[in-house]
């Protein structure tokens, strides 16, 4: 059974940081293209980052560009968003994704003085 666990959210003050982490079982990440999305309330989910399989080539959404960086370690299974510079419009759960195939069940990020 495939599942992905996503870690490192919580709450944070504007300008601050947060590193997610997502591990995998069941699946072998190395032959996957890996994604962050978030959803915010109200708002429909959205596609935050993107990296391919080997981890050469990523693609960022334009929000976030410059603040935000998608790593992965195929080693171990995981995939990683660190995110910086942290504003309020970044509140929402996200998820990891193999896109198209799985999806974990969010943390919360929340980003308020």
């Known amino acids: 059974q495939v599942q992905l666990v996503e870690s490192g959210g919580g709450s944070v003050q504007p300008g601050g940081s947060l590193r997610l982490s997502c591990a995998g079982s069941?699946?072998?990440?190395?032959?996957?293209?890996l994604g962050w999305y978030r959803q915010a309330p109200g708002k429909e989910r959205e596609l935050v980052a993107r990296?391919?399989?080997?981890?050469?080539?990523?693609v960022y959404a334009d929000s976030v560009k410059g603040r935000f960086t998608i790593s992965r370690d195929n080693a171990k299974n995981t995939v990683y968003l660190q995110m910086n510079s942290l504003k309020p419009e970044d509140t929402a759960v996200y998820y990891c994704a193999v896109p198209g195939n799985y999806w974990g069940q969010g943390t919360q990020v929340t980003v308020s003085s």
């Open positions: 990296i391919s399989s080997d981890g050469s080539s990523t």
């Open positions: 069941g699946i072998s990440f190395r032959f996957y293209v």
